[in-house]
């Protein structure tokens, strides 16, 4: 998981929600449950750009 995720949720919302990897086999989304986000250990196909954890992250996070 990207190192940059945790600082950009503090710099943008002031929320340290603790990471979770989810296993890409499962099929499962970016989600938030009471344990915090959980992202998956890799971007999905069709996100071509690298910064997608920080968007799925952010976008996660502004729901919070």
Request: charged share 15%.
């Amino acid at each position: 998981m990207d190192a940059t995720l945790a600082p950009l949720l503090r710099s943008l919302w002031g929320l340290s929600p603790h990471l979770h990897e989810i296993d890409v086999d499962n099929k499962q989304q970016t989600f938030l449950s009471q344990h915090g986000l959980h992202l998956p250990t890799e971007r999905p196909i069709k996100a071509r750009s690298r910064l997608w954890f920080q968007a799925a992250a952010a976008h996660a996070a502004a729901h919070l």
